[in-house]
């Protein structure tokens, strides 16, 4: 730490706000309107406090330039003020609070008294005591660094897939990741890590909160800790236990160093992020940062009872979205890990909290105009999950363009048909073609819809085949946490079994959740380690679970390589076929099993002839063809040209009982291609090539993808750019490359990943 020189206090600017080096000194800003006086707080190494007055103020921020102060500085602030409950002010001088625009913060919040403005045992008495030796700290950073020629990968949002992962949990068991660099940034750049990912053919890592976050007190208690981290404290700082070099502000480099590595990968990141409430809990919680700073410009305070926090996250409160102080905060933030520290889009947790600008969930409201109206961050990738706790919270399909959302309806579909749920098979059809019912009719597109069926909140997918009831006991609660409404099938036993057809059973039924998400259109996302086996032991709400419980395991049996390697053929596939990930909504009424209007998509009976309102309606129906005409995706590719693909049939049989199939007429292909079966482990057992008009067996439970073996794009003339006969130069041809040139079998996709 570097030594304190405060001889000299300068003036300095409100603006940026938090604590910049420019290479002579720091400025430091603080906003805060209820403030009467306030001390900038500078530590030494040996932890001794030094206060800075800051006596200058404009519009409500408190300033100062100090010369000689370096990167490394640790530093809090103390906020004099109003300390009146019943109007909602909690200033309090005796806690030392952190800067909310800090970059870096160092230490951890300890269990104490201290923390907290009133006396454990009678809440009427303040509580003076001196917090400062029981919080973190905020650190000074240096702003530079080397980026090199890094650039955002150029993945298009209909060419996204994306892969959600846990700083820590995925590497923490990797076995060829050093030791001493498990569980962090630097792990995730270790080359086994990004060549699991490339390999697998994920575009997109969405990374779990690295938002600095605080481990509860009450967990800590019990033995356990925040390890999902959806307790945010600080909005720029990277989570300073994710970092392998330190805490000092070394933790913004090697974050740095992580995005870096991961854009020369042609991986893009994602940052799950929590702006709709902080940890600082409830009425009754720790004063750490907002609470101290300026309690009523920063929380949602229910009218009436200004003493009370209006919470519809169930964490205790909520960011109050309509003060130009928190929506500066947000965009700020945002502005930052774009501009600054090189992320690719955004996942916002309850996100439905962040458009309740007053009671209701408004799409119009100030935080989604000044989204849109950001140079910045309206072109980057935005995910929002769709609700929270509130009255009127749950709003699938409702967020406005740009936005794409976590498709809680589709998670649900899906779940049902696999698991056998009666009229299932409608909804399911719209939801595999997108949900255009959910998002078209505000002009709105496929990739509006994030395709999932399982993410860190509640299930594996291992587990979801493998239990009816969730297993948390670990959890301390009583098993009252986590959902209860799971729409899991444990395929006849509850929990690990030696059972031989239970095992193969579950793992047909994981291997249709995966072929059923890659061959959706929209965007599809996996969990990390589901394509590996994961399992939580039952356990649905492991947040408090930093343990083996929910790391991802590495050391892989035969049945976890078999569907590893299905996995990773099954995204292959999806990557060669443009089929597979249309920009636009079928034409018509095709997703909700009407005809498309330009034939793009057909839905067959397994008798090979179209569905009837009959095939649709009948309540135990779980079985149909999808025909997806190569030649009819109507779409440009992003050279303008015209997108010329194999066509292909998906046989799907979710019913208990093995089904005759009849192939359709040689109008839609005189034969058909195998590409991939999730009856058996790895596609082989059907015949490689199937006549029009044949029957073939689908076993019970499985998909069965056919590729159509006389293709269109076949008839173009080599080297010629298509629907002509003149050659084009070497990159023209490469621009134009179709899957139709490429095999799908495992044995091609494994060459081409190595």
């Known amino acids: 730490m570097p030594t304190l020189q405060t001889q000299q206090i300068w003036p300095g600017q409100p603006y940026p706000l938090g604590a910049t080096y420019d290479g002579a000194g720091t400025n430091f800003s603080l906003f805060s309107a209820a403030a ?35 990167p490394g500085q640790q530093y809090g602030y103390r906020v004099h003020g109003p300390y009146s409950p019943e109007e909602g002010h ?18 951890q919040v300890e269990p104490s008294p201290t923390l907290y403005s009133y006396d454990f045992t009678n809440p009427e008495v303040r509580n003076t005591q001196d917090s400062a030796a029981h919080t973190m700290r905020s650190v000074v950073v240096n702003p530079y ?19 959600e992962a846990h700083v820590k949990g995925l590497t923490q068991l990797h076995p060829e990741v050093p030791e001493e660099l498990r569980g962090t940034y630097a ?41 999902w981290g959806y307790n945010t404290i600080g909005f720029f700082a990277p989570h300073s236990t994710y970092a392998a070099y330190g805490t000092q502000g070394e933790q913004v ?49 229910v009218d009436g009872d200004q003493a009370h926090y209006f919470d519809t996250t169930g964490t205790g409160n909520s960011l109050l979205m309509r003060s130009p102080a928190v929506l500066q905060l947000i965009m700020d933030s945002l502005r930052y890990w774009v501009t600054e520290m090189h992320v690719d889009g955004f996942r916002f947790d309850l996100a439905s909290t962040l458009a309740r600008q007053f009671h209701e969930v408004d799409k119009l409201s100030a935080f989604f105009d000044i989204i849109h109206q950001d140079p910045v961050i309206s072109q980057v990738k935005l995910i929002a999950e769709p609700w929270d706790v509130g009255d009127g919270g749950y709003n699938v399909g409702g967020f406005p363009t740009l936005w794409s959302e976590w498709n809680g309806k589709y998670r649900d579909t899906v779940r049902d048909f696999w698991r056998g749920e009666p009229s299932t098979l409608g909804e399911f059809a719209s939801r595999i073609t997108g949900s255009s019912d959910l998002y078209q009719h505000s002009g709105r597109t496929p990739v509006s819809s994030i395709n999932f069926v399982t993410a860190h909140d509640g299930f594996t997918m291992h587990d979801l085949v493998s239990y009816n009831e969730k297993h948390n006991e670990a959890n ?31 793992s047909r039924q994981i291997r249709n959740f995966l072929a059923t998400i890659l061959f959706s259109q929209g965007v599809p996302m996996i969990c990390h380690g589901d394509e590996m086996g994961r399992t939580q032991g039952g356990n649905n709400n492991v947040y408090c679970q930093d343990n083996e419980t929910s790391w991802v395991s590495w050391d892989l049996d035969e049945r976890d390589q078999e569907l590893l390697e299905f996995t990773r053929t099954m995204m292959w596939l999806r990557r060669d076929h443009p089929v597979l990930r249309r920009r636009r909504f079928f034409t018509g009424d095709a997703s909700h099993g009407g005809e498309s209007e330009l034939g793009e998509i057909e839905w067959l009976a397994p008798s090979g002839q179209s569905m009837t309102e009959q095939d649709w309606t009948t309540w135990y129906a779980r079985s ?7 030649e009819a995706i109507a779409e440009p590719d992003a050279m303008g040209q015209r997108i010329v693909d194999d066509s292909f049939l998906v046989l799907i049989n979710a019913s ?31 015949d490689p090539v199937l006549s029009a008009s044949e029957s073939v067996t689908v076993e019970a439970r499985s998909m069965l993808f056919l590729v159509s073996a006389d293709s269109p794009a076949s008839h173009e003339t080599a080297g010629a750019a298509p629907g002509t006969s003149e050659p084009t130069t070497p990159s023209e041809t490469a621009s134009t490359e179709t899957a139709a040139d490429k095999t799908v079998t495992t044995t091609e996709a494994v060459r081409r990943q190595s």
């Open 253 to 301: 480099q090697e974050f740095k160093s992580m995005v870096k590595a991961l854009h020369e990968a042609d991986i893009e990141v994602i940052l799950d992020v929590v702006y709709n409430h902080t940890a600082e809990g409830n009425h009754m919680g720790p004063t750490l940062s907002f609470r101290g700073i300026d309690n009523a410009s920063y929380y949602r305070l």
């Open 90 to 107: 909690r200033c309090d001088p005796s806690k030392l609070l952190l800067d909310p625009y800090a970059k870096a913060m160092t230490g």
């Open 624 to 630: 149909m063809m999808v025909f997806l005409n190569g």
């Open 187 to 227: 792990g995730l750049t270790q080359p086994a890590v990004i060549r699991h990912l490339k390999d697998l053919g994920v575009t997109a890592i969405e990374l779990m909160p690295v938002h600095q976050f605080v481990n509860d007190a009450y967990l800590q208690d019990k033995g356990l800790s925040n390890y």
């Open 36 to 70: 009467t006086a306030v001390e900038l707080c500078l530590f030494d190494e040996e932890g001794q406090e030094t206060p800075v007055p800051l006596t200058e103020v404009d519009g409500d921020v408190w300033h100062a330039y100090l010369p000689g102060v370096s």
């Open 145 to 163: 660094f080397d980026w090199g020629h890094d650039r955002p990968p150029a993945h298009e949002y209909h060419e996204t897939i994306i892969y």
């Open 656 to 686: 208990a009982e093995d089904i005759d199939f009849t192939l359709p007429g040689p109008d839609y292909s005189p034969a058909w291609t195998v590409a991939l079966d999730t009856a058996p482990a790895v596609d082989g057992d059907s």
């Open 476 to 506: 301390g609660e009583g098993g009252a946490d986590g959902d209860s409404d799971n729409r899991s099938w444990n395929c006849g036993v509850e929990g690990p079994t030696d059972d031989p057809e239970v095992n193969e059973l579950r």
